[in-house]
């Protein structure tokens, strides 16, 4: 899906792509993305948490911009977590 997001994206400013003459990839109003958490132990906010706040912010996104066409990224949704944690989350 990671390939799939970037492959557009380059498409979409211009930047010539691997793929067969002809190919038609859809346009997208705006991508989201929630990747590349860490822990921020300065605020006692765990992985988990700032996973949350990242979710949060991307539905919210999503909330505002309906009827747009848009790619959502969430990478490695409740990795790091609990086994509880992680099954609320799927």
Same mark, same amino acid.
Do not use: W
């Given at each position: 899906? @990671?390939?799939?997001?970037?492959?557009?994206? !380059?498409?979409?400013?211009?930047? /010539?792509? /691997?793929?067969? $003459? %002809? #190919? &038609?990839?859809?346009?997208?109003?705006?991508?989201? #993305?929630c &990747? %590349?958490?860490? $822990?921020?132990a +300065?605020l006692?906010?765990?992985f988990?948490y700032?996973?949350? $706040?990242?979710?949060?912010?991307?539905?919210?996104?999503? $909330? +505002?911009?309906?009827?747009?066409?848009?790619?959502?990224? &969430?990478? =490695?949704? %409740?990795?790091?977590?609990?086994? !509880? =944690?992680?099954?609320? @989350? #799927?």
């Amino acid at each position: 899906m @990671l390939t799939f997001a970037q492959l557009c994206y !380059l498409a979409q400013i211009g930047v /010539p792509i /691997p793929a067969d $003459e %002809g #190919t &038609v990839l859809p346009l997208f109003d705006h991508f989201l #993305t929630c &990747v %590349g958490n860490n $822990e921020d132990a +300065t605020l006692q906010k765990s992985f988990f948490y700032n996973h949350v $706040e990242q979710l949060m912010a991307l539905l919210k996104s999503y $909330e +505002t911009n309906q009827g747009k066409r848009i790619l959502a990224l &969430v990478d =490695n949704a %409740g990795k790091a977590t609990s086994s !509880l =944690n992680a099954i609320a @989350l #799927t």
